[in-house]
């Protein structure tokens, strides 16, 4: 017979389970300090803003997206729309070119960055913002984001993104962790330890790219590049919860994990590019948020890696007492109360029970702090369904990352 493992399985629970509860209660703490900060400061001054959307073979979705821009709550001589056509092969530009009020250029493919860069070139806002071309933005989405740089040390500023297609059950479950993502990073934000600006409206300060350059061109996780390059400047990013964007997230498994595999890449790249944030410099960022995350990355593939090989022995070994004892003492065995029952008494119970608990609080949370207009009760099937499958998926999205990273067949 193989051997037991579960005193190793045993050792990996208390410890992720310390660090969940940490992690947790420090996020708690947040909270209760800052329940009156979660919605955006009032404008003191309206800034000139010119919104950049990229686009390549977008054409199902450019008109809406462009439309929604166009419906924004904001001063029209104040407001600039670029459209940069990546050298699509559909009618994008066509349809793009058919709106009027708004700039559009045609280039050639080089890539989202480089179209980014093209849209910088021609801009003339205070304030530059990136609009994915699959995504809309809320008519007062503007106005709640311009009034966190008052302050100078703010670079930039992405909005409250949401799922906009909701369909199947991978698109529900992506909208129950979208939901916590963004109240993560709205708790994370109030103590500045924010790293990313998704590109699903994000606001950038004009003269950051004068001072420390554009997109990188090389980068396929251009968003977490340009932020970690901002944060390295000394300044900070914040989070608008309630300046509301929607963005359609993949709708089949194939096409999710096509993007988990290009953000873990790019996590990996610029984690090791930027591993120098990881000090008392960049507050608690530095001491705390970062090390935290890569912690957290580590203990999914730890203790998910431990499942998969146990769960193997568990296996291999039932099937070696079913061949000398037979069937009948294994099911009745199984049957056996103790068996049943035992998990409920033990203390990694406890930890689960508490887990869980931790995570609905935060889920109705995220329902209150970011402004969602669905109850969190309506949200509680997909929330038990996440959390039953949201760390295998974490676990294979990682395996094929290191799988593709191996081959060096990362295309998008």
């Given at each position: 017979m193989l051997p037991d493992l579960g005193s190793i399985g045993l050792i990996l629970i208390y410890i992720i389970a310390f660090i969940t509860l940490f992690s947790g209660f420090y996020m708690v703490s947040i909270i209760f300090e800052n329940t009156k900060n979660y919605s955006s400061p009032k404008p003191k001054k309206i800034y000139s803003a010119s919104i950049i959307v990229p686009v390549h073979n977008g054409s199902k979705y450019i008109t809406e997206c462009i439309e929604s821009l166009l419906k924004l709550n904001y001063p029209k001589d104040k407001l600039e729309i670029i459209v940069v056509d990546d050298g699509s092969t559909d009618d994008s530009f066509k349809k793009a070119k058919a709106i009027s009020g708004i700039k559009v250029y045609r280039k050639k493919h080089e890539g989202k960055s480089a179209a980014l860069n093209y849209g910088i070139r021609k801009a003339?806002?205070?304030?530059?913002?990136?609009?994915d071309a699959d995504s809309t933005v809320d008519k007062n989405a503007l106005m709640k984001i311009i009034g966190f740089f008052e302050d100078p040390k703010v670079g930039a500023v992405h909005s409250g993104m949401r799922t906009k297609n909701r369909k199947n059950l991978l698109e529900k479950l992506q909208e129950v962790e979208y939901l916590l993502s963004l109240f993560l990073k709205k708790t994370y934000?109030?103590?500045?330890g924010l790293y990313i600006t998704p590109g699903v409206f994000s606001i950038y300060r004009a003269k950051i790219f004068k001072e420390i350059g554009s997109f990188d061109t090389a980068e396929f996780s251009e968003d977490l590049e340009i932020s970690m390059r901002i944060v390295s400047q000394g300044?900070?990013?914040k989070c608008a919860a309630d300046a509301i964007t929607y963005t359609n997230v993949p709708s089949?498994?194939?096409?999710?994990?096509r993007q988990r595999v290009r953000w873990?890449?790019?996590?990996?790249?610029?984690?090791?590019?930027y591993s120098f944030l990881m000090s008392e410099k960049y507050g608690e960022l530095g001491y705390y948020i970062l090390p935290m995350m890569i912690i957290g990355h580590i203990g999914i593939l730890v203790f998910f890696s431990y499942i998969s090989i146990d769960a193997i022995f568990q296996l291999i070994n039932t099937l070696y007492l079913i061949s000398i004892s037979g069937l009948t003492p294994f099911l009745s065995n199984i049957l056996h109360p103790k068996f049943s029952f035992g998990f409920i008494q033990s203390t990694v119970f406890f930890y689960a029970a508490l887990t869980t608990?931790?995570?609905l609080f935060f889920l109705q949370c995220s329902e209150k702090y970011c402004f969602y207009r669905k109850s969190s009760l309506a949200l509680l099937p997909q929330y038990f369904v996440y959390l039953f499958v949201g760390g295998f998926a974490?676990?294979?999205?990682?395996i094929a990352t290191f799988y593709t990273i191996l081959r060096r067949d990362i295309k998008w």
């Open positions: 003339r806002g205070e304030l530059i913002g990136i609009l934000s109030l103590v500045d300044y900070i990013l089949t498994f194939s096409d999710l994990k873990n890449s790019g996590l990996i790249k610029n984690m090791k590019r608990l931790l995570g974490y676990f294979y999205f990682w």
